[in-house]
């Protein structure tokens, strides 16, 4: 059964956690620095959170090479938008709802960079030409205007051991073409899944769309 032992306002909160440091409490910036031109260049990895008029959320995880964030100015960036599954729940969100969250990651890295903003999501740019991977020019980009951003603490990803390879287990589970015959797609063969999910998957991460 769910606890019934609730935290219900901020002052009992902040009774149990005690006050974040000084330097913590005012990290925000607004603009983007050097540092984080340059850590936006090696990151080929983002994780965007976005919710509803109702507050329903979601995140989806972005990724290309390395750098694949445009940077438009000091205030705003851009995500190109790539082939997927076509839901687009992070896109219906922003237009009921365009604030956001990102977090990128370099592999490795234990610190993350984490941005604030709204949202609104463009068909075409002077800069789209800049997004074009493989071949692939995207349809759409989710363009950002910063509101605040900084450096989140490492101790999550250090706690979970998230980079030692030694840790890693991912035969603890089935494999993906397994996980989609038991749950999404019974009725079909799971030789045909595992062809689909075979070399053949990553030969088509930029077509269609």
């Known amino acids: 059964m769910p606890s019934d032992h609730v935290v219900t306002d901020a002052a009992e909160l902040r009774a149990i956690l005690g006050a974040p440091s000084e330097r913590a409490a005012n990290k925000d910036r607004h603009a983007l620095h050097a540092m984080d031109r340059r850590w936006l260049a090696h990151a080929p990895f983002c994780l965007v959170a976005t919710s509803d008029a109702q507050g329903r959320c979601a995140v989806s995880p972005k990724g290309d090479p390395a750098g694949f964030v445009h940077v438009i100015d000091d205030t705003h960036l851009a995500i190109p938008d790539r082939p997927g599954n076509k839901r687009a729940d992070g896109f219906h969100h922003v237009l009921e709802n365009p604030h956001v969250g990102l977090l990128f990651v370099i592999p490795g890295r234990s610190d993350t960079l984490r941005i604030h903003g709204t949202a609104r999501i463009v068909r075409d740019g002077d800069y789209f030409d800049a997004l074009v991977v493989k071949g692939h020019r995207p349809r759409l980009a989710l363009e950002v205007e910063i509101e605040t951003l900084f450096y989140h603490c490492a101790k999550a990803w250090m706690r979970s051991g998230l980079w030692e390879h030694d840790a890693w287990t991912p035969g603890v589970m089935p494999s993906r073409a397994e996980i989609v ?28 769309g």
């Open 181 to 208: 015959k038991a749950i999404e797609a019974p009725e079909a063969s799971l030789r045909q899944l595992e062809a689909h999910y075979g070399p053949a998957y990553a030969e088509g991460l930029y077509r269609g």
